[in-house]
């Protein structure tokens, strides 16, 4: 997993808080995407994101939950308002084009207490 | 509506010998299909992948192989070591532009001595 880096790795969040998870990309790769693992499940995907873009969020909650790839600096994942059934390992994943392989980060694990 | 399903979800193997993981998948749109690896703590490593035009593809110790008339695909690893113990992934995307993968619950295997 080297080279597409999260943090923080661990989150904690009242209920109510927001979370933001930042996802700095392979050096290179202008794709991201971002992937949630509830427990016992398996990676569901949420949202894509170019630079500057958002090509594909079908797998976004309608609320609270927000992403961005700004043209400088990491991707943001933002959820206000955070619930219990928010908590989970949030992945992102990197490539050079759609085309490529995904390269996964280690992940976000959200906590709210 | 889980389309790409793993119906086992722990294995066990005893060094040496052959582990099977297996996966189906309903959408017949499905046209490659990969697997990952993952350890605790950590995000999904890509392992190895088929296109739905080929029946078999092999790197070193792991196989996959896809039916596509069952909608079916396995994972081969053998020898099995006891580094291999980890939760293995099926994903599937549809058509080679498309972003998104969509995974399975995972399989862990474990491989004892």
């Given at each position: ?20 998870l ?6 290179g ?44 600096g ?8 955070v ?31 | 509506?889980?389309?790409v ?5 722990s ?15 309903t ?10 690896k ?10 190895i992948s ?32 006891p ?6 992934f099926?994903?599937a995307?549809?058509g ?10 995972g ?7």
């Amino acid at each position: 997993n080297a080279g597409v880096m999260q943090n923080p790795r661990h989150l904690v969040r009242r209920r109510g808080q927001e979370a933001r998870l930042r996802c700095s990309p392979m050096k290179g790769h202008s794709h991201v995407y971002w992937y949630r693992q509830l427990p016992e499940e398996g990676l569901k995907f949420m949202v894509y994101l170019q630079k500057e873009n958002i090509i594909d969020e079908s797998g976004m909650p309608k609320e609270r939950f927000s992403a961005e790839f700004p043209k400088e600096g990491p991707s943001i994942l933002r959820i206000q308002q955070v619930v219990r059934g928010d908590s989970a390992a949030y992945f992102c994943a990197s490539s050079l084009d759609s085309n490529y392989g995904y390269t996964f980060g280690s992940g976000t694990r959200l906590t709210v207490v | 509506d889980q389309q790409v399903k793993q119906n086992s979800p722990s294995l066990s193997v005893q060094e040496g010998r052959i582990s099977i993981l297996n996966c189906d998948y309903t959408n017949s749109m499905f046209d490659y299909f990969l697997w990952y690896k993952k350890y605790p703590a950590e995000g999904p490593t890509f392992l190895i992948s088929i296109s739905s035009i080929k029946d078999k593809n092999e790197d070193g110790r792991f196989t996959v192989f896809l039916n596509k008339s069952a909608k079916h695909l396995s994972l081969h690893i053998v020898p099995s070591q006891p580094g291999d113990s980890a939760v293995y992934f099926c994903a599937a995307k549809a058509g080679y532009n498309t972003d998104k993968l969509i995974f399975g619950t995972g399989t862990r295997l474990q491989v004892f001595p």
